[in-house]
């Protein structure tokens, strides 16, 4: 039984480490592409360029196992179904189960070492990758911004355009900027139909040049009520050119090693999770219960206690306004009015703080389940790869590659499905962190019985059987 384990685990193996570096060297050009552009023609030294490869590397590790065991696993077990040495095992009397013994206490091994790398490794590249990508982007500000979308890294101004163009990608077309500067919000907006960035190497300034636009600015007093501020005037102009000099020395001060970024979710281990979230949480009762106190302050609910249904004057006519004369009337729903919708703009306001700080809650409580149930995901992918290579008797790269993909990616696509629910509230961040597991587990179950009893994936003469007695059934009728 030795030399049939060494085969086996030999036959696991082989396709295990090609299909792993293949894999991750996918997913790491994957994600550099996606980050080409915010890092592409800063002048960064290629050491720092290899570190953040290999920061990328390790960070993709930890998902590159599992495809790489679902993989592997299909076409190891295809492998010896097709050659028909599945067959003569099977004839000397060995079942599958003791056949795919070895590779279990491989797999349970690999999904081990996945925690590990999960909960020690996997921070800290998240940390260094994050940062040191952050870092990147602020080398060179012009080259930071993304078209179609409000920039907010250089500190004061939001910028936005539609395109990026030129040798040195410094010209934008239709520029709309935002100055922050007085922190009084977006009261001054500028719109160009052409903007050219220039700095001079070692300058702390940036030239912003504007052609063919328009400059906006409110003149709002800090004092001044919503109503008052309505009747305050404005300033609105045209202009052939216009230059503005943005600060840019916090850029030029930026190293490359600094890590000012550290409680990012992806950056912690399960303990740090753990004490992080029961802190946050804490907070967080204390934010809801202050919230409460300022709503019911606002609303005067104490007031109503003070009146309970029992004293109530047997004389007051229903409803209520009935009591008054026409100019109270009027007054008192003013007054409703007024009250009703200061407090639906308060909580407008507050509801995106609320929403935000909930949804950090769940992504704390999210990662640390996620962490476990993503580590058994290699264990869950095997029972799914291995039988279904016994089923389909095919190996090689072709057949198990497709089905390694239609399986890898449904059960992405209920990891990621799993983390918007829990994200949103609408499901519990830990049912949330198990979702893809416990929807995969039942079909591996399921699999590893028909592979154990020799039957296919399902039995098409059953369902034509099926079809046929329904349609004599109807023709009875």
């Known amino acids: ?81 097709e050659n028909y040495e599945m067959a003569a095992i099977k004839s000397a009397g060995v079942s ?56 907010t890294e250089i500190p004061g101004y939001s910028i936005k355009f539609d395109e990026k163009y030129g040798e040195e990608k410094n010209l934008l077309k239709n520029v709309q900027i935002a100055d922050l500067t007085k922190g009084r919000g977006k009261i001054k907006v500028i719109t160009a139909k052409k903007g050219i960035i220039s700095t001079e190497p070692g300058s702390k300034y940036l030239t912003l040049t504007l052609e063919n636009g328009k400059y906006y600015e409110d003149d709002i007093k800090r004092a001044a009520t919503p109503k008052d501020r309505a009747k305050m005037p404005f300033s609105n102009a045209s202009f ?103 407090v639906i703009e308060r909580n407008n306001v507050r509801k995106k703080s609320f929403k935000d700080k909930r949804k950090m809650l769940n992504l704390y409580d999210y990662e640390f389940g996620y962490r476990i149930s993503f580590s058994l995901a290699c264990l869950v992918l095997f029972f799914i790869g291995a039988p279904l290579g016994s089923i389909i008797r095919k190996g090689g790269f072709g057949v198990p590659m497709l089905f390694a993909i239609i399986i890898f990616v449904t059960y992405f696509f209920i990891t990621q499905l799993g983390k918007n629910l829990a994200e949103e509230s609408a499901i519990s961040a830990q049912i949330g962190s198990w979702l893809a597991t416990f929807i995969m587990l039942p079909l591996g179950i399921l699999l590893t019985r028909r592979a154990t009893k020799g039957m296919g ?21």
């Open 457 to 477: 994936i399902f039995n098409i003469d059953a369902v034509f059987d099926k079809i046929k007695t329904l349609f004599k059934k109807i023709k009875r009728t």
């Open 96 to 151: 599958l189960k003791r056949v795919i013994k070895p590779l279990i206490f491989l797999t349970l091994m690999l999904s081990a070492l996945n925690f590990v790398f999960l909960n020690n490794i996997y921070p800290w590249a998240t940390l260094k990758q994050k940062n040191l990508y952050l870092n990147m982007k602020k080398k060179k500000p012009a080259l930071a911004l993304v078209a179609g979308s409000f920039n």
């Open 240 to 342: 052939d050119k216009y230059t503005i000099n943005i600060d840019i020395s916090s850029f030029n001060d930026t190293s490359l090693n600094d890590e000012k970024v550290k409680q990012h979710h992806g950056m912690l281990s399960i303990k740090q999770l753990d004490s992080i979230s029961k802190q946050q949480k804490k907070a967080y009762d204390i934010y809801i219960e202050n919230r409460t106190n300022i709503f019911n302050k606002t609303i005067e609910t104490k007031k109503l206690h003070k009146y309970p249904d029992s004293l109530i004057n047997n004389k007051i006519i229903s409803p209520v306004l009935d009591n008054f004369v026409v100019k109270n009337k009027s007054i008192v729903l003013d007054e409703a009015i007024r009250k009703v919708n200061r």
């Open 1 to 81: 039984m030795k030399v049939l384990d060494k085969y086996i685990l030999k036959s696991f193996l082989q396709p295990f480490l090609a299909t792993f570096f293949v894999v991750l060297f996918v997913l790491v050009m994957q994600a550099l592409w996606l980050a080409f552009d915010q890092i592409a023609g800063k002048g960064i030294d290629l050491f720092f360029i290899l570190k953040f490869l290999g920061y990328l590397g390790l960070i993709l590790t930890p998902t590159a196992l599992p495809i790489g065991i679902l993989l592997s696993s299909i076409m190891a077990l295809g492998n010896l179904s």
